[in-house]
């Protein structure tokens, strides 16, 4: 079928026309190259965009910008949300990896300012066998100069994100003002890739006479279906009363993941039927259903335990929430949410490739998410938690799931009496006070967590 001829075609005629006969050098073939990737994902989105009615018409793009500068002129607002767009490309030598990126010294973190003005880069977690750990980082620590060079606002990818070299931290307390430096110096050894443990923490913890089994899990990743299975044999044999699973940090991933955690955590009375339902645009006219599936149970049984707690932030994104909003259905008032709202997001990316472009990996919004009983308003405001409680970004952080950790707290009451604690009716201050907050008396500048990709991936095509 013959396109409609348009401004841009024509633009593109004639100086194609230019490139042949200047120098008597036909350059047609490097033109082609250079905007092939982006007349490609145009293409793509015109089909399968699940907002395809935003897209600008082709005459106002600049189809020689980057990949990623190009999809961002293009993507609807209702694509993106508080400085983060779903929609994204990556390339295939960086995605899918067991290992980092690049050299790390496996910290994850958030630069914060203090009311003195003084900056500092607040551990949220550090990763195993990595550089931090051999050199006695903690989550909670707060490191405010590196080689005796304070923190500046901006250091963060310099010492964080993409370190190059060893250096010297120095840690501080915070006294709600400014920074006590304390005789305390660690010395980093050099960045080295490491390998990312999404299931970062795993316990089996006893609460007023009862097993819970407690994970944090940092993003469902391609490649944890080994490490979900382990998991899920070990709780099985110890046969848990209770489960706490922590997606404070969470920002979402795969959803074939998701599936298969959701089916390992949903009642037996569950097996089989609809877990998520994905709804394509009105063009595509077509609906898919990944199953709550007892195949991906080690085993095939369900687990029989009395309430799912689980921890949320503004953090926890897209796949995560999947969880929380797909599991509602089943569990009822025995799924728990404790924390703060989730991010909202109810959209997920399809996986795009190109022959052409073999080097990029298009991640295109293409679908809806619902739970079975089609549930889907949450982009506006999120989940929202059973009881509030929020992380203090600027108090005591303490390991996970223990005695200082804030946010489990009102879950440990919850499993001892059956009750949440009472806060006091003392006015918002106190409220909030009592609650925790993001980082009273702190501004953060910064947080790796927040930055990263809000992705719910759908690989099933």
């Not at 607040?122 to 195993?128: A, H, K, S, T």
């Not at 609460?207 to 407690?214: D, N």
């Not at 947080?447 to 099933?460: C, G, M, Q, W």
């Amino acid at each position: 079928m013959l396109k409609k001829f348009s401004y841009w075609t024509a633009s593109l005629l004639f100086l194609w026309g230019t490139l042949l006969t200047s120098c008597f050098q036909d350059r047609s073939v490097e033109y082609y190259a250079l905007i092939q990737p982006k007349t490609w994902m145009y293409e793509v989105m015109q089909q399968y965009y699940l907002f395809y009615e935003d897209l600008p018409s082709e005459e106002d793009l600049n189809f020689f910008n980057k990949p990623q500068d190009f999809l961002k002129s293009v993507v609807s607002s209702q694509d993106q949300k508080n400085g983060v767009t779903f929609s994204h490309v990556d390339s295939v030598f960086t995605t899918s990896r067991a290992t980092s990126e690049t050299p790390t010294f496996g910290i994850e973190g958030a630069m914060v300012q203090v009311p003195s003005g003084a900056y500092a880069i607040r551990v949220l977690y550090i990763q195993p066998d990595s550089p931090a750990e051999e050199a006695g980082i903690h989550r909670g620590d707060w490191i405010i100069s590196a080689d005796n060079k304070k923190m500046k606002s901006t250091d963060y990818t310099k010492y964080i994100s993409n370190p190059t070299q060893a250096y010297t931290f120095t840690l501080g307390s915070y006294n709600g003002e400014e920074f006590d430096t304390i005789p305390q110096t660690v010395q980093m050894p050099a960045p080295r890739y490491i390998e990312e443990h999404n299931l970062l923490s795993q316990k089996m913890l006893e609460i007023g006479g009862k097993k819970v089994a407690y994970l944090l899990y940092n993003e469902f990743g391609d490649q944890d279906e080994e490490a979900l299975n382990q998991w899920f044999t070990d709780i099985a044999s110890a046969n848990p009363s209770d489960i706490i699973l922590d997606l404070r940090y969470n920002p979402g991933g795969y959803l074939n993941m998701a599936q298969k955690l959701g089916s390992m955590l949903a009642p037996q009375s569950a097996q089989g039927q609809p877990f998520v339902k994905m709804t394509y645009n009105d063009k595509l006219n077509q609906e898919e259903v990944l199953k709550v599936d007892p195949a991906l149970i080690p085993g095939g049984t369900a687990l029989n335990y009395t309430n799912l707690y689980i921890l949320t932030t503004s953090n926890t994104a897209s796949a995560s929430e999947v969880i929380i909003n797909c599991l509602k259905p089943y569990l009822k008032e025995r799924l728990i949410q404790v924390g703060t709202a989730t991010f909202g997001k109810n959209i997920g990316q399809q996986l795009f490739t190109d022959e052409q472009a073999p080097q990029l990996e298009f991640w295109l919004t293409t679908i809806y998410l619902s739970n079975s009983e089609g549930f889907k308003d949450y982009f506006d405001n999120g989940l929202t938690p059973d009881y509030e409680q929020a992380e203090d970004m600027s108090g005591t952080l303490g390991e996970f799931a223990s005695a200082e950790d804030a946010l489990i707290q009102p879950v440990f009451t919850h499993i001892q009496t059956g009750s949440f604690p009472v806060l006091p009716e003392e006015g918002e201050e106190t409220l909030q006070k009592s609650r925790g907050n993001s980082g009273k008396n702190i501004r953060i500048l910064y947080n790796s967590i927040a930055s990263k990709p809000h992705t719910a991936k759908n690989k099933l095509h």
